[in-house]
């Protein structure tokens, strides 16, 4: 049986623009076995053939603890919104127009 092929025209909105207020410290800077959570979820989604562009919503702080790697696929950062709705919306605006599905997720859920 073949194996079937994925779409290359998938985008994914890693949302992470939330204060982890609730938490009482950044949990996507804190370690998971040595990594941070943002970019074991970050992970994810580079190692997915069926994801071809990744838009992460986060503050810019948060977007030093991954700028320094390259990347084999586009990854871009923007800024997010006051709700999760609006940061979802910004990472949707900040997509080539050549995506026909968008997968979005909650950055801390790697």
Do not use: Y
């Not at 702080?61 to 991954?66: G, N």
Request: with cysteine; glycine share 8%.
């Amino acid at each position: 049986m073949a194996i079937p092929s994925f779409p290359r025209n998938c985008a994914a909105i890693l949302v992470a623009a939330g204060s982890s207020r609730r938490m009482g410290f950044d949990k996507l800077a804190s370690p998971l076995a040595g990594i941070p959570v943002l970019r074991r979820t970050l992970s994810a989604f580079l190692a997915a053939d069926s994801i071809a562009e990744i838009v992460i919503v986060c503050p810019e702080e948060r977007w030093e603890l991954l700028s320094r790697e390259k990347f084999l696929k586009s990854v871009k950062r923007v800024d997010g919104g006051a709700e999760r709705q609006d940061s979802v919306a910004a990472g949707i605006a900040a997509l080539s127009g050549e995506m026909e599905f968008v997968a979005v997720h909650d950055g801390a859920r790697p």
